[in-house]
């Protein structure tokens, strides 16, 4: 059971472009929503991360939207660079257990 | 800046040998996971330790897997016997409840079983 769908697979944007991931979790008892990004041969890095307390985060160009009637959540990176092109991963995890639930990847790629 | 610290960073292996990695947590870390990511996938959470106890393991394949993590600091993973489907990135993370629980997580050892 995917307990946390990630779309698009992969995306393409210019640079100085939006890039819009989204994600959508199952289990109504996750409450922290961080999003990692990942560089080839590299271990995730904690880029911004959610509680369901609030609905939108933001960090420099990174932006966190949360809707949770909808269990959907979404990262923008304004003003894309051709440096953010990696593999971003959202995640899921429950107060109680920390374990974290990873969504499939999507992979971006920022054109110059 | 702190850093999750593991060894090594590459691992080739034959199929029916065994293999370890070893995880340095970030200091005062009393949370240590050990995930495993399959090329082109989110990495899984195999074990979970709080200091020195095992949380969760019930996604170790334990006939084959198994975990330590004895003075609650470092830790580690061994797989005996390697199987061909073994062939992945064995990532390390740790978190502490100050620190709202956020895992960081090291570099990884990437395993190739032949």
């Known amino acids: 059971q995917q307990q946390v769908k990630q779309s698009p697979q992969s995306l393409i944007v210019q640079k100085g472009g939006i890039s819009i991931i989204n994600c959508a979790y199952e289990?109504?008892?996750?409450?922290?929503f961080p999003w990692y990004q990942q560089f080839p041969g590299k271990g995730p890095a904690l880029l911004i991360a959610?509680?369901?307390?609030?609905s939108e985060k933001k960090e420099g160009r990174f932006t966190i939207s949360f809707n949770k009637s909808a269990k959907q959540f979404s990262l923008h990176i304004m003003d894309s660079q051709p440096g953010d092109s990696a593999t971003y991963f959202c995640?899921?995890?429950?107060?109680?257990?920390?374990?974290?639930?990873f969504g499939s990847g999507t992979r971006l790629l920022v054109r110059p | 800046e702190a850093e999750v610290a593991q060894s090594p960073r590459y691992k080739i292996t034959e199929k029916s040998q065994a293999v370890a990695f070893w995880c340095d947590p970030i200091?005062?870390?009393?949370?240590l996971y050990w995930y495993r990511q399959i090329l082109g996938q989110g990495p899984e959470l195999l074990v979970q330790?709080?200091?020195?106890?095992?949380?969760?393991d019930s996604q170790l394949p334990k006939d084959r897997f198994s975990a330590e993590r004895l003075k609650g600091v470092d830790s580690t993973l061994k797989i005996q016997p390697a199987e061909l489907g073994d062939s992945a990135m064995y990532l390390c993370?740790?978190?502490?409840?100050?620190?709202?629980?956020?895992?960081?997580f090291g570099p990884g050892t990437r395993l190739t079983v032949t």
């Open positions: 289990n109504t008892a996750f409450d922290y």
């Open positions: 995640a899921a995890s429950r107060r109680s257990s920390y374990k974290l639930i």
């Open positions: 330790f709080q200091d020195e106890s095992v949380v969760d």
């Open positions: 959610i509680r369901p307390d609030v």
């Open positions: 993370a740790s978190s502490s409840p100050s620190g709202g629980n956020e895992q960081y």
């Open positions: 200091s005062g870390h009393a949370t």
